[in-house]
């Protein structure tokens, strides 16, 4: 949910630094972007609605400038045109902003009454006025920042310039991520780890209402009682390299390829060591996991697995619901947390409600240090490395091998059947990731309705499938329980509509196999995904996969489905990796 980036120093063009940042970051967001740099002592501001290569246009790259802050845009207050753009400037004060100011239309108000007028309907620029404010009245930038911090309802992570002290370059946050990484002579912010990542891999986090004053030479970051506090450097683990797209057309492409590297990296953190950190989960009468799209889905394989293997009984939720509802949970309940990011507004406040009641809470997270992660009393990192294409993939394949190990930890299974299994994944991923399936994709691109049916677990893995298919096709699609068609949706199937079934818990072939006659009869062009070597007239196609142990059988099957969404995607022309009003980590409730 936006990206903002900002650069101070002697070394660099600020101009391409905060560039070349945002375009790493353009996954957060791309409504419009904006540029506010210091020339010959003004603060020039430069904004354009659309991606990021519409800015650049605009823009002279020749400029030496020293100090600047960027802002790639995914819309919550006012429409994406170019006033509504960040950065926003009023009096003194000229920031970027990613979050939302809860209460901005209180302020807005008290602001209007105080002779302040307004350009845009952003709570961006009510934020910036206010700052301006409050300075008037103290004239001291922490100070202004340090009550604003607790006059501010809602999420933020501002980059902020004063203009009557261009020597510093100011970031507070709450919520929304924020780092710092310094340089030699220079220092940046942004909103994630790659914008920095060709100049640095180190880098501290800002935590929530701290203030960071930095100049070329130093960071000093205050906490809320404006005491300056030390932070810790932290180090990320990837590569500039391994953030671009080397060589695929796409991120989604390029991370899908990657599937066999993550799943090998995320067995090899806790297959043989377990889960050092983590308490004897068997100790829990009851686990939730609260989480949010795709996470949810992998959610849902997680209590397929725990209950059928451990015998626990698991209540997945997806996090917008959970936090508002009457939920059943004591002391003996564990509650996990799945996501990318770590930074999801509802998954996120479910966390911290949660650890209110003193429940136990373990999440489940991609992003080192982010919040989710670093608020959970146990904390599980998949090892997916940097994903920024906005569809998940190698992440939600780390998401479902840690349920799929939390499953053997519980049931302290570490036979030779599974550790031979495990060895043989790799290469059947890599076996999967390169087949082509445009030939399904030529058959369904152009339908406006795509069933995905199956039974059990696989129907956790359609949900996941039809969720990638509409989230970067825009085809319509729904994920149903294949027994549960006939009690209605079944009347929307009609000549030639695409039904993916699917069918890898052979125990209920023969079921999901009358339900797919049902479908068949009325005219559905069926693909058929399976383990089992069955054929027949009751399908148009088959994709085989490998069967593999059960606890392990969701990662392999879920590769076709991504490809065939990758593939639809691209035949019907869209922006793969940065789809329609989405944006990677949603930060917004
Ligand atoms: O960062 P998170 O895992 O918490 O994100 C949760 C969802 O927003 C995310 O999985 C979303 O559904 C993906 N774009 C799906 O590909």
Redesign the pocket.
């Known amino acids: 949910m936006c990206g903002i980036t900002g650069y101070i120093g002697k070394n660099k063009k600020a101009i391409d630094v905060v560039i070349n940042g945002l375009e790493s970051l353009e996954y957060r967001g791309y409504d419009s972007a904006g540029i506010a740099y210091v020339l010959d002592n003004k603060v020039n501001i430069v904004k354009e609605q659309g991606k990021i290569i519409n800015l650049k246009s605009k823009l002279d790259f020749s400029i030496q400038s020293n100090l600047a802050i960027g802002h790639t845009r995914w819309a919550t207050h006012g429409e994406p045109n170019q006033i509504n753009s960040h950065p926003h400037s009023q009096g003194k004060f000229t920031i970027v902003h990613n979050g939302i100011i809860e209460n901005y239309l209180e302020l807005k108000q008290e602001l209007l009454e105080n002779g302040y007028k307004f350009k845009s309907s952003t709570d961006t620029e009510v934020a910036c006025a206010y700052m301006d404010f409050l300075y008037n009245k103290n004239k001291n930038i922490l100070l202004t920042l340090n009550e604003v911090s607790k006059i501010f309802r809602g999420s933020y992570a501002f980059g902020i310039i004063c203009s009557d002290d261009l020597n510093n370059l100011y970031a507070l946050r709450k919520t929304s991520p924020l780092i710092i990484a310094n340089g030699n002579g220079e220092n940046y912010i942004a909103s994630d780890v790659p914008a920095i990542l060709r100049y640095t891999n180190k880098y501290m986090l800002l935590d929530d209402m701290e203030i960071a004053k930095i100049s070329n030479d130093k960071v000093e970051v205050y906490n809320k009682d404006l005491k300056v506090i030390k932070k810790d450097i932290l180090e990320f683990e990837g590569s500039f390299e391994s953030s671009m797209k080397g060589g695929y057309e796409h991120f989604m492409l390029k991370e899908i390829h990657e599937e066999p590297t993550v799943f090998k990296n995320t067995i090899n953190a806790y297959f043989d060591g377990d889960f050092k950190n983590i308490p004897d989960l068997s100790k829990y009468n009851n686990i939730h996991i609260v ?5 949810y889905h992998t959610g849902l394989i997680g209590k397929y697995l725990i209950e059928k293997y451990a015998n626990i009984p698991v209540y997945v939720e997806v996090a917008s619901e959970y936090r508002y509802k009457h939920n059943f949970y004591d002391k003996n309940t564990l509650v996990i947390l799945v ?3 770590g930074e ?1 507004a509802d ?1 996120l406040a479910s966390l911290r409600m949660v650890k209110e009641e003193g429940i136990d809470t373990l999440s489940i997270v991609n992003v080192v240090g982010s919040s989710i992660a670093r608020e959970s009393k146990y904390v599980i990192y998949t090892k997916a490395g940097c994903e920024i294409a ?3 993939t190698k992440a939600y394949l780390a998401q479902i091998t840690i349920f799929a190990l939390l499953t053997m930890y519980l049931t302290n299974n570490k036979s030779e059947e599974i550790l031979n299994e495990i060895n043989n994944i790799p290469s059947i991923l890599e076996e999967n990731v390169n087949i082509d399936y445009n030939y399904i994709a030529n058959e369904i691109y152009q339908n406006q309705n795509i069933f995905f049916i199956g039974r059990g677990i696989d129907y956790a893995i359609c949900m996941e499938g039809s ?2 298919l509409k ?1 970067i096709s825009y085809i319509n699609s729904v994920a149903y329980q294949a027994g549960e068609l006939k009690h209605g949706t079944i009347s929307l199937i009609e000549k030639n509509t695409p039904v993916i079934a699917i069918c890898t818990d052979e125990s209920l072939l023969e079921k999901t196999i009358s339900n797919i006659k049902e479908v068949k009869a009325r005219g559905a062009k069926v693909i058929f995904i399976t383990t089992s070597d069955i054929v027949g007239d009751f399908y148009d196609f088959k994709i085989s996969v490998s069967k593999v142990n059960e606890l392990l059988q969701p990662i392999t099957t879920i590769v076709p489905l991504q490809l065939i969404a990758y593939n639809v995607a691209k035949l019907n022309g869209c922006d793969i990796d940065k789809p329609r009003n ?1 944006a990677k ?2 930060t917004v409730e």
């Open positions: 989480a949010c799209g795709s996470a996501s990318q990011s999801t998954t906005v569809a998940t969720l990638k989230e989405l980590s949603v």
